[in-house]
């Protein structure tokens, strides 16, 4: 069920269905009768037990816990994204990359920041964006943003704690002390400026137009008479929304939602951050068979990690720390695991 700020939760619940047999309620010369109706309720009690287990077991609960050696927060989000087959090239930059990441140790240059958890680097992050920050579907959160934080957290003396967090709530959640970081492929804007700071961008930011193989639709002026998915409150939703005759825009909790729709007919694309539409669309066998990302929408907008305006020290460590990840090559080795270009 989809509730409110764009949580998902799923729950198992079993059902022991019992049965009743009233006493008195056949007379005596009626037993053979009986015997035969008896037989018949427990044969459909059976069945009807089979059905109800069959039901309860495709539902299933996912707990915080992350793949990189990290340790996780509550989770408040567990859609997982889909998973798809890994070449061995692909499989040895995911070696490289973890190997890598494994062998970050802190800076001598940087002195470890005050944090909300003496000795953690709590971030937040809306889980359901892949592949920057999504469930693994084994109770933990990998991601090129998991990846990356965690290298960041091990130079800053820190270990990553993932607090799984809707999208449209991320910034006040930040400003309420929930944590540290915003860690969720925030493009960095004048708006957002205003109230919380960003580090130096570690991605570049273009907008990609997700829309079916047989109507492409390739630039801006295309959206024109069209129904565009967007995720509410991404760059995604404030490009679209400058664009002239846009028939309408439906926002939405999180960018998989948006894909359920584009795959219903619901809407004829969606504009998304390119490389997290790329995954999606890759990872899905049926989108793959009849979606691409058709045309791009450029921006100027990179993506940057938020801190809140008065933590000027953790901004300034963890600026500190990406620079040396650069340096050593660890921000590079992530970039090719999960096949994103870097800036």
């Not at 009986?34 to 495709?58: E, Y």
């Not at 400058?242 to 998989?256: D, P, R």
């Not at 809407?267 to 951050?273: A, F, G, T, Y």
Request: aromatic share 6%; charged share 20%; with cysteine.
């Amino acid at each position: 069920m989809r509730r409110a700020g764009g949580i998902h939760r799923k729950s198992v619940t079993g059902i022991q269905p019992a049965v009743r047999n009233p006493a008195g309620f056949w007379k005596e010369e009626e037993r053979v009768n009986r015997k035969i109706v008896a037989s018949i309720a427990v044969l459909l009690v059976l069945i009807l037990s089979v059905a109800l287990a069959a039901c309860g077991s495709q539902e299933t609960t996912t707990t915080a816990a992350s793949a990189t050696g990290t340790t996780a927060a509550p989770s408040t989000e567990t859609t997982a994204a889909p998973s798809t087959e890994t070449s061995a090239a692909t499989n040895e930059k995911a070696a490289a990359a973890d190997a890598a990441i494994a062998a970050v140790t802190k800076s001598p240059a940087i002195e470890t920041p005050p944090t909300l958890k003496p000795g953690v680097l709590q971030a937040g992050s809306d889980t359901s964006f892949p592949p920057m920050e999504f469930s693994d579907g084994k109770g933990g959160y990998i991601g090129f943003d998991v990846d990356l934080c965690t290298a960041l957290a091990k130079k800053l003396g820190l270990q990553l704690e993932v607090v799984s967090t809707a999208w449209d709530g991320i910034i006040p959640a930040l400003l309420g002390d929930r944590f540290d970081i915003i860690m969720s492929a925030m493009t960095i804007t004048e708006e957002r400026l205003k109230q919380i700071n960003f580090t130096d961008p570690y991605l570049p930011g273009i907008l990609a137009i997700s829309a079916p193989l047989a109507a492409p639709i390739t630039d801006a002026a295309g959206l024109a008479e069209k129904i565009v998915g967007v995720q509410v409150d991404t760059t995604g939703q404030f490009e679209v929304e400058k664009i002239q005759g846009v028939k309408e825009i439906k926002k939405y909790g999180t960018i998989l939602e948006a894909f359920q729709d584009l795959a219903a007919g619901r809407v004829d694309c969606v504009v998304n951050d390119e490389p997290v539409n790329a995954y999606i669309i890759e990872t899905n066998p049926d989108y793959k068979a009849k979606f691409a990302n058709t045309g791009k929408i450029v921006t100027v907008n990179d993506y940057g990690y938020a801190v809140k305006k008065e933590n000027t020290a953790l901004l300034q460590a963890l600026n500190t720390a990406l620079k040396e990840l650069r340096t050593e090559g660890v921000y590079q080795k992530i970039c090719d695991k999960w096949g994103l270009t870097g800036n």
